[in-house]
Nanobody, 123 residues
Framework: QVQLVESGGGLVQAGGSLRLSCAASGRTFSNYAMGWFRQAPGKEREFVALISWGRYTTYYADSVKGRFTISRDNAKSTVYLQMNSLKPEDTAIYYC????????????????WGKGTLVTVSS
């Protein structure tokens, strides 16, 4: 089992920045691909960003490319999502997810999930 706990959400004005953190425990963190997904009210959960295990290749949804940056610190078993130039449409609950060895942009393919942290961007 892997336990994931997100933090760093909050209320920010459009154009502002936030950094989300996800602390993992329970297994060898470096063997997991780590991802961020989000779910806005009335919408399905969608992919935001992913960082692979091993080579730490990063992937982004087109809607956040150039504004968000995913990174990981294996020594701290933590993955981060730096969010800049935030827009009202970024408002959502952001979830951290993990998958052993292989990452995916498909939420259904991830093995473990955190409970989420709310990000609200005001216009």
């Amino acid at each position: 089992q892997v336990q994931l706990v997100e933090s760093g959400g909050g209320l920010v004005q459009a154009g502002g920045s936030l950094r989300l953190s996800c602390a993992a425990s329970g297994r060898t963190f470096s063997n997991y691909a780590m991802g961020w997904f989000r779910q806005a009210p009335g919408k399905e959960r969608e992919f935001v960003a992913l960082i692979s295990w091993g080579r730490y290749t990063t992937y982004y949804a087109d809607s956040v490319k150039g504004r968000f940056t995913i990174s990981r610190d294996n020594a701290k078993s933590t993955v981060y999502l730096q969010m800049n130039s935030l827009k009202p449409e970024d408002t959502a609950i952001y979830y951290c997810a993990a998958r052993l060895y292989g990452g995916s942009t498909d939420a259904g393919a991830m093995d473990y999930w955190g409970k989420g942290t709310l990000v609200t961007v005001s216009s």
